[in-house]
């Protein structure tokens, strides 16, 4: 498939330091066409963008009107290769991103004041395991060749699968290898499992088939709102606004997918039911389902203090941030606010 394709799955499912090269995107390398006028406010919030299927869409709703017919006054900033987009907001010069939950905890244990203010997708089969066909089940990779790219969610996911089937790391032969090597590397016979994201999954699971995905842990892989701080207390009614718009516009997507897939498709150079494709394995997350999110909660994924302690401590642990991540780190980082403002209206 589409390099493409890659891309928009690459901005689901890793960390991001494996971003760069993504390329896309067949719209201006700004792709802003800010919504301000003379009526609104003269802040404006500046939101980086990249390759990834609901991204495609914030920024249709924003081509159609959406956003400034809301009030909210936000510049969409496109960046073909993600880093760069990374890169824009930790220097400041993006106020929004939007990132995977192991990204968002990134910037925050280095010293970079951000608030996650919303979820907008989780992973529903996106991601998974594929094996080949002698192996039945998670419990059988006991003693087998398994590859992914460690460090990445699906790393993580391959953990916490292990774990549910009363295994370890430590009962696999756990090869590091990129998600195209692996997938190949799969067909050709040399390893036994691979824990990938797509297209990768579907093509090594030719090979064999897929034994795990995240739509049995709908809730370990989810996409935030990130916004600086100082942004947010600055700009407070432009965030609410914004992220007010978003929820509003993706309800009007579900209701009618047809009526906005093409534009999209196009964002993404891909065909509409390559779109469809992506949409179908990720899961957009109401403004409802939202408090759920942002509630204290144990042991359970669907809660955000739940799920970024646990990122947290999968990167801490596998070396890949220095600071540890306490629950005050979580509490400050969470905050349910513009959520429960427009829950209550």
Request: aromatic residues 8%.
């Amino acid at each position: 498939m589409k390099k493409k394709i890659l891309c928009a799955f690459l901005a689901l499912a890793m960390t991001a330091t494996l971003f760069a090269g993504c390329s896309g995107n067949s719209e201006s390398s700004s792709s802003s066409a800010a919504t301000k006028d003379s009526t609104s406010s003269d802040k404006t919030l500046k939101v980086a963008v990249f390759d990834m299927p609901t991204l495609y869409l914030m920024q249709t709703f924003n081509d159609m009107g959406y956003y400034k017919d809301n009030g909210a006054n936000v510049e969409f900033t496109y960046f073909p290769v993600y880093s760069d987009a990374i890169s824009a907001y930790n220097t400041g010069n993006a106020d929004v991103i939007i990132y995977a939950v192991a990204e968002a905890v990134t910037p925050v244990v280095n010293g970079i004041d951000s608030k996650v203010i919303g979820v907008i997708d989780t992973s529903n089969g996106l991601d998974g395991i594929a094996a080949t066909n002698d192996i039945k089940s998670v419990k059988d990779l006991k003693g087998k060749t398994v590859a992914t790219e460690i460090g990445t969610v699906d790393h993580m996911m391959l953990q916490k699968a292990l774990e549910k089937n009363g295994l370890s790391e430590d009962d696999v032969n756990l090869v590091n290898m990129s998600a195209g090597d692996a997938a190949a590397a799969m067909t050709g016979g040399s390893i036994d499992a691979v824990s990938t994201w797509e297209p990768q999954l579907s093509t090594a699971a030719k090979s064999g088939h897929i034994i795990y995905s995240t739509k049995e842990d709908p809730n370990l892989i989810a996409d935030v709102f990130l916004i600086h701080s100082e942004k947010l207390d600055e700009q407070y009614d432009n965030a609410k606004a914004f992220v007010k718009t978003w929820y509003e516009s993706m309800e009007k997507y579900k209701a009618d997918p047809s009526k906005y897939a093409a534009q999209a498709a196009k964002k993404g150079d891909l065909s509409e039911d390559e779109f469809y494709q992506l949409m179908d394995v990720t899961n957009l997350v109401s403004l409802k389902d939202n408090k759920v999110k942002f509630t204290e909660g144990e042991d359970d994924y669907k809660y955000l203090n739940v799920l970024v302690k646990t990122v947290g401590s999968f990167l801490y642990d596998g070396g890949l941030i220095t600071t540890k991540l306490t629950d005050d780190m979580v509490t400050n980082m969470l905050d349910p606010r513009i959520v429960n403002d427009l829950l209550s209206e």
